[in-house]
C-alpha cells in the first residue's frame, strides 16, 4: 500500500519481487491480496505482450488473404512464423496463482481477480470470471451495485460472456430501484434473436410493476430491443402502443417518447399509429408525451395530411395553458403545415404566432419572431426565408438507443473512476500493450549458496538446490535433475573406493540399518493407503484418487518453483521386498482439479485411473467381508402410475400461417436414448391449402435432440403425431429450434417442467429412509403448505403428486407420511419425495436429491398441488 501511495511509477522496483509476489497472494490475508493484484495488473500491462494481438491477427490474416497475391501471402506467412505469439511464463504465472482466488469469500478479491483476467488474459480464458461474478449477486445489495455496473460494461464488449447466466439477472421483487436498473441494462445488452422472445415476456411482468421509475426504464429497454433486433421490431411496437392505453401517466409517456424514436427509423408503414397517438393526445397531461406527439405530426405532416389540421386547430385553442415545452412544438407544428398546406392553415399560424409574440416566456417570443421571418417572407426577412423549407422539412437522423455503459471501457473495472464515469482523483491509467516484450531477465533472482565443508554436506545441497533457479522449464529441470543424479553418481563410487580397506560387517550393518528404514516407512505408507481406501466408498474413491492424484500432478508440473524435489515414494507388499522407485509420468494433457471452476457444465472429460496400491492379503479378506456385509438398496425404473394429457402449446396458427403444434410428455422411454426425454408433437393444419415439408433445422440450442422425420404434406384439417427425444441436462432450460416448412420457418421452444425430467423407481421403506439420510442438509429442501381438506386423502394425494411429476409411490407405515421416488433421467441421480401432514390442515414437503436446482424447481411446482381446492 506504501508503494501504491508513494511511488507508484517506479516499476522497476517489482522486477525482483514479482515471482516472490505471484507465489505468496495466495497466503496473504484478503485485503493485502487486492492491493497486490492492482499492482500487478499495472505491472503486467508494461511488462508482457499482448495476449488478444493473436487473435487480431488471425482475423486480419483472413480478411487480407483472399484478394492479396501468392507472394505477399507468403510474406505475411514467413513474419507470422517468425514472431509467433508465446505467453510469457511471468504472464502465465500470475494468471494461475490467482485464479484459485475467484473462490475467495472476499467480495472485492474476487472482482480484483476479475478485472485482472479482464485485463490480461486472452479471452478465451475470461469464461472463467463469468460465474464468479455471478456468485457475487447474492451479497449485500451495495456488493451487487458494483459488481453489475462491471458486468454491464463486459457484457458490451463480450456478449456471450455471461449468455448461459441469464436467468441470474432476472429481476426480484426485493430488489432497489438501482440494483434493477443495472439488471435491465445487462439484459438488454444480452439480448439477441434467440432470448429476446423470453426477455420481452419478462419486461412485460416489469412494466407493471409499482416503482415507476423501473417501469419508465423498462419501456426503454423495450426500445433497445426493438432497434437492435429488426425481427421484433414490429412487436415491440404493438406492445407500446397497448400501453398507451393505460391509465398511468408516466408509463404512456415513456411508451410515446421511446414510440417516437422507433418511428424515426422506420417511418414507410406505421402511418395508422401516427393517427392513433394524435386521437390520444386529449387524454395525455404529461407534457413531454404530448411534445412527442406534436413533433411526430409535424415530422410527418405529409403522411397523415387530414388529422394534422384539425390537430393544430385544437392545439390553438389550449395554447396559453400549455407547457413551455408543448407551446414549442405547436410553434414548430404550425411552421411546417403552413409550409406544406398553407390553404387551410395560414389563419392558424397566424393565430399561433400572434398568441405567441406575447407570451410570459422569451425562449417562446423568440422562438415565435424567429419562425414568424423565416417562414412568411417580407422586405425584412431576408435571404433565408427562401430556404425554409429545407430547414424546417430537412430528415432528420434517427436517433441512436445506446448503453449509457458503452463508453466505460477505457476506466479500469473494479475502480472507483468507472463506478462514478469520471476519472477521480489518485486514479491511475492502465498503460497500453508494449509492441515487444522489455527483457525478461529483470525478474531473474541470484541466490548465494553458502559454503560447502566437506563432500556429503555438498552433495546434500546440491539436492536441496533451491528452486528460484529454476523457472517452470521442464528442460531445465529435467537436465539438473540428470546433472545431480551423476553428481551423485560419482561421489558414491569415490566414496565407495575411499572405504574398501573397511570391514565388510560394518558395511551389511549400515545396509541392514538402511533397509529397516525405508522398509518402516513404507509400511506406514501403505497402512495410511489402506486406512483411505476402507473409509472410502468404492464409487467415491476411484473418482476422488484419480481427482487428486491428477490434481497433484498438475500442482507439482505449474508450481515447480515453489516446491522442492521430492523423493520418490515406494509401495510394498510386505517387509521382506525391496522398494523401488518409481519414475513419475508425464502430467496428462488437461486435467481436472478444483481449481477448473466450471462446475456449472458437465465434465466429460476422462480422468486419468491412478495405480493400484499392493494389499496385504489379510486387508483384502477384510475389505471383502465389508462389501459382501454392506447390504445396497434395491432401485428399479418401474412403468409410470399416470400420463398426464395436459399439451403445452408449440405453435400458435395466427403466428405458423395456419400450421399450429402442440407437445406433450407420454413419460415413455425414449427410444433415441436412455438420457433423452420422449416428447410427442401433434400438428394440425387449420388453412386451406395444403402444407409441405414439415422438417426441423438450425438449432438454436446445445442440447442434443432426435427430431422427426420431415413430413412430406399436411393436408387441410389434417393432424399428424410424432416423437423427438430431447436431452435436457436436468434442466428446465428451453430447447430452441427452427419449425420449417417449404415456404416458411418459425422460432419454437420446448420447456419441459421439472417432474417430466424423471423416471418412476421402487424402493422399499428401508431403502428410502437410507438414501434420505445420505442426502440431507445442502441436499434437502423443504417448504411448509397449508393443505386443502379434500387433498388430505392418501388416494387424492398420491394421485394430484403422481399428475404433477413422474414419481413412483414408496410403501409408507405411517398413515400421515406419503413418500415418492425418481430418478433424473439423464444423470439418474435420486429425487426423494416426502409429503408429512400434521395438524391444522398443514403439511410439510421435503425434498431430498444432490440436484438441489432441479429439486427446488420441483417444490415449487409440487407446492400448489396441495393446496389447491
Not at 431 to 458: C, F, H, M, Q, Y
Request: aromatic letters at 6%; charged letters at 25%.
Amino acid at each position: 500500500m506504501a508503494f501504491e501511495e508513494v511511488c507508484p511509477d517506479r516499476i522497476d522496483l517489482i522486477h525482483k519481487n514479482y515471482r516472490k509476489l505471484c507465489n505468496l497472494l495466495v497466503d496473504v490475508e484478503e485485503w493485502g491480496q487486492v492491493v497486490i493484484i492492482h499492482m500487478l495488473t499495472r505491472y503486467a500491462r508494461t511488462q508482457f505482450v499482448s495476449p488478444w494481438k493473436e487473435d487480431e491477427c488471425l482475423d486480419e490474416n483472413s480478411a487480407k488473404a483472399f484478394y492479396e497475391s501468392d507472394e505477399e501471402n507468403e510474406n505475411d506467412n514467413d513474419d507470422k512464423q517468425k514472431r509467433p505469439y508465446t505467453m510469457d511464463p511471468d504472464h502465465r504465472l500470475l494468471l494461475r496463482n490467482t485464479k484459485p482466488l475467484l473462490q475467495s469469500r472476499n467480495a472485492a478479491v474476487v472482482m480484483a481477480v476479475a478485472q485482472l483476467y479482464w485485463h490480461l488474459a486472452p479471452k478465451t480464458e475470461t469464461s472463467l470470471i463469468a460465474k464468479s461474478l455471478v456468485r457475487l449477486l447474492r451479497s449485500h445489495r451495495e456488493v451487487q451495485y458494483i459488481v453489475l455496473q462491471n458486468i454491464a460494461t463486459m457484457s458490451i464488449q463480450r456478449k456471450g460472456l455471461f449468455d448461459p447466466f441469464l436467468k441470474s439477472f432476472y429481476i426480484r421483487s426485493t430488489d432497489p430501484t438501482m440494483i434493477k436498473t443495472l439488471k435491465l441494462e445487462i439484459m438488454t445488452n444480452l439480448a439477441n434473436e434467440d432470448n429476446v422472445s423470453t426477455l420481452l415476456r419478462e419486461f412485460q411482468t416489469y412494466v407493471k410493476s409499482q416503482d415507476k421509475q423501473f417501469a419508465a426504464a423498462t419501456i426503454q429497454a423495450i426500445g433497445r430491443c426493438a432497434t437492435n433486433i429488426p425481427a421484433v421490431t414490429d412487436t415491440c411496437l404493438n406492445g407500446l402502443v397497448y400501453l398507451l392505453s393505460k391509465r398511468d401517466d408516466v408509463v404512456v409517456a415513456e411508451s410515446v417518447v421511446v414510440i417516437k424514436n422507433l418511428l424515426q427509423t422506420q417511418t414507410a408503414h406505421h402511418s395508422e399509429i401516427i393517427k392513433h397517438m394524435a386521437k390520444l393526445l386529449g387524454k395525455i397531461t404529461v407534457p413531454v408525451a404530448r411534445a412527442s406527439i406534436l413533433w411526430l405530426i409535424g415530422e410527418y405532416c405529409e403522411r397523415v395530411p387530414k388529422i394534422a389540421p384539425d390537430v393544430l386547430r385544437k392545439m390553438a385553442k389550449t395554447f396559453t395553458n400549455e407547457d413551455d415545452l408543448v407551446k414549442l412544438q405547436i410553434l414548430n407544428l404550425a411552421a411546417k403545415l403552413y409550409l406544406t398546406n398553407s390553404k387551410q392553415t395560414k389563419l392558424l399560424t397566424q393565430y399561433i404566432i400572434n398568441l405567441g409574440k406575447y407570451d410570459q416566456n422569451y425562449d417562446i417570443r423568440d422562438r415565435t419572431r424567429f419562425v414568424k421571418q423565416l417562414i412568411v417572407p417580407n422586405e425584412k426577412s431576408g435571404a433565408l426565408s427562401k430556404y425554409a423549407k429545407r430547414i424546417f422539412l430537412a430528415q432528420k437522423p434517427a436517433p441512436v438507443l445506446e448503453s449509457p455503459f458503452k463508453d466505460r471501457d477505457h476506466f479500469q473495472l473494479g475502480t472507483l473512476s468507472h463506478t462514478l464515469n469520471a476519472k477521480a482523483s489518485g486514479y491511475l491509467e492502465l498503460s497500453d500493450w508494449p509492441e515487444e516484450a522489455p527483457d525478461p531477465s529483470v525478474r531473474n533472482v541470484e541466490v548465494i549458496e553458502p559454503a560447502k565443508t566437506w563432500g556429503l554436506l555438498e552433495t546434500k545441497m546440491k539436492k536441496e538446490k533451491p528452486s528460484s533457479d529454476k523457472f517452470y522449464s521442464e528442460s531445465e529441470e529435467e537436465e539438473e535433475a540428470s546433472a545431480a543424479s551423476s553428481e551423485n553418481e560419482s561421489d558414491s563410487e569415490e566414496e565407495s573406493e575411499d572405504e574398501e580397506g573397511s570391514s565388510s560387517s560394518e558395511e551389511e550393518d549400515e545396509s541392514e540399518d538402511e533397509k529397516s528404514k525405508q522398509e518402516d516407512k513404507s509400511d506406514s505408507e501403505s497402512e495410511s493407503e489402506e486406512n483411505v481406501d476402507t473409509v472410502e466408498s468404492e464409487d467415491s474413491s476411484s473418482s476422488s484418487s484419480s481427482e487428486s492424484s491428477n490434481s497433484d500432478s498438475e500442482s507439482g508440473s505449474e508450481e515447480d518453483s515453489d516446491s522442492k524435489p521430492q523423493a520418490p515414494k515406494t509401495i510394498t507388499s510386505n517387509k521382506k521386498t525391496e522398494s523401488k522407485p518409481i519414475k513419475p509420468k508425464e502430467p496428462p494433457k488437461k486435467n481436472i482439479s478444483l481449481l477448473d471452476l466450471n462446475d456449472f457444465n458437465d465434465v466429460s472429460t476422462p480422468v486419468a485411473a491412478p495405480k493400484p496400491a499392493v494389499l496385504s492379503a489379510s486387508l483384502i479378506a477384510d475389505l471383502q467381508g465389508l462389501s459382501l456385509s454392506a447390504s445396497s438398496p434395491i432401485i428399479n425404473v418401474c412403468t409410470p402410475s399416470f400420463v398426464p394429457s395436459k399439451t403445452h402449446e408449440l405453435l400458435h396458427r395466427m403466428s405458423g400461417k395456419g400450421l399450429s403444434a402442440n407437445y406433450q410428455f407420454p413419460r415413455q422411454p425414449c427410444i433415441f436414448g436412455a438420457q433423452m426425454v420422449s416428447v410427442q408433437v401433434t400438428f394440425n393444419n387449420t388453412s386451406e391449402k395444403k402444407i409441405e415439408d414439415i422438417h426441423i433445422e438450425g438449432r438454436k440450442t446445445d442440447l442434443k435432440m432426435h427430431t422427426f422425420n420431415p413430413i412430406d404434406s399436411l393436408e387441410p384439417e389434417g393432424s399428424i403425431t410424432v416423437s423427438m427425444g430431447i436431452d435436457f441436462c436436468d434442466s428446465t432450460q428451453t430447447a430452441s429450434f427452427q419449425l420449417c416448412t417449404k415456404e416458411d420457418q418459425f422460432t419454437v421452444g420446448i420447456q419441459p417442467p421439472a417432474g417430466e425430467l424423471l423416471l418412476p423407481v421402487t424402493m422399499s421403506e428401508t431403502d428410502f429412509k437410507k438414501e434420505q439420510a445420505k442426502l440431507t442438509g445442502m441436499n434437502e429442501t423443504s417448504a411448509a403448505i397449508t393443505v386443502s381438506p379434500q387433498n388430505s386423502t392418501p388416494q387424492t394425494l398420491a394421485q394430484m403428486f403422481l399428475a404433477a411429476a413422474n414419481l413412483g409411490v414408496v410403501p409408507s407405515g405411517q398413515n400421515n407420511v406419503h413418500r415418492f421416488a425418481a430418478k433424473t433421467v439423464h444423470s439418474g441421480s435420486l429425487m426423494l419425495v416426502t409429503v408429512e401432514l400434521k395438524e391444522g390442515s398443514t403439511a410439510q414437503l421435503i425434498i431430498n436429491t444432490e440436484k438441489t436446482v432441479i429439486g427446488s424447481i420441483l417444490l415449487r411446482e409440487l407446492k400448489p398441488v396441495l393446496s389447491q381446492g
